[in-house]
T-cell receptor, first 112, second 116 residues
Framework: GNSVTQMEGPVTLSEEAFLTINCTYT??????LFWYVQYPGEGLQLLLK?????DKGSNKGFEATYRKETTSFHLEKGSVQVSDSAVYFC???????????FGTGTKLQVIP | SAVISQKPSRDICQRGTSLTIQCQVD?????MFWYRQQPGQSLTLIAT?????????ESGFVIDKFPISRPNLTFSTLTVSNMSPEDSSIYLC?????????????FGSGTRLTVV
């Protein structure tokens, strides 16, 4: 079946540091890949997505590249801000099972 | 994208009682989805609710425990019945962002349920 593996959190960074949150997946077919963000006290929001190999999703300074050869979709940001503190979920949808499979989430804390 | 209002935002309930969670969407949507997020874990799909038909439940979830209503295209409720401490979780409703599953999803802000 489908699965998503994310790096364990929490991740604590200083403001303006570089962020990488690792995500790898197992899926049947050719999945679409997503990153969601959950700010404190709020629901999940779609952050970015990529629908085919080598696509790069980007939004709000965050980027992730769909790497089919390594089955990865790592989230990166060049300079994090305190306002980026949240829980980040990697997720996928594949054609064989049209439901979303989520990773366990990675909590990011950015300190001034 | 759609905006979802979910309530209550949190509740503390006695075991054996039931709680109904409401989700209101600001646009008409065909399908609404209910998820459970247990402490420290990922989201698990409970059921898919289509207007005018019975909800479709995922493995491990049953209608008697989690009855769902979907009276129109903008509203749905999930009831957590005969609660036990194991039901303590965050419950979220969700709708598709665009025209299909590959466009991503919008979520409500969640209901944090504690059963004592």
């Amino acid at each position: 079946g489908n699965s998503v593996t994310q790096m364990e959190g929490p991740v604590t960074l200083s403001e303006e540091a570089f962020l990488t949150i690792n995500c790898t997946y197992t899926a049947t077919g050719y999945p679409s890949l997503f990153w969601y963000v959950q700010y404190p006290g709020e629901g999940l929001q779609l952050l970015l997505k990529a629908t085919k190999a080598d696509d790069k999703g980007s939004n709000k300074g965050f980027e992730a590249t769909y790497r089919k050869e390594t089955t990865s979709f790592h989230l990166e940001k060049g300079s994090v801000q305190v306002s980026d503190s949240a829980v980040y979920f990697c997720a996928l949808v594949s054609g064989g099972y049209q439901k979303v499979t989520f990773g366990t989430g990675t909590k990011l804390q950015v300190i001034p | 994208s759609a905006v979802i209002s979910q309530k209550p935002s949190r509740d503390i309930c006695q075991r054996g009682t039931s709680l109904t969670i409401q989700c209101q969407v600001d646009s008409q949507v065909t399908m609404m989805f209910w998820y459970r997020q247990q402490p420290g874990q990922s989201l698990t799909l409970i059921a898919t609710a289509n207007q005018g038909s019975e909800a479709t439940y995922e493995s491990g979830f049953v209608i008697d425990k989690f009855p769902i209503s979907r009276p129109n295209l903008t509203f749905s409720t999930l009831t957590v019945s005969n609660m036990s401490p194991e039901d303590s979780s965050i419950y979220l409703c969700s709708v598709e962002e665009g025209t299909g599953v590959y466009d991503g999803y919008t979520f409500g802000s969640g209901t944090r349920l504690t059963v004592v």
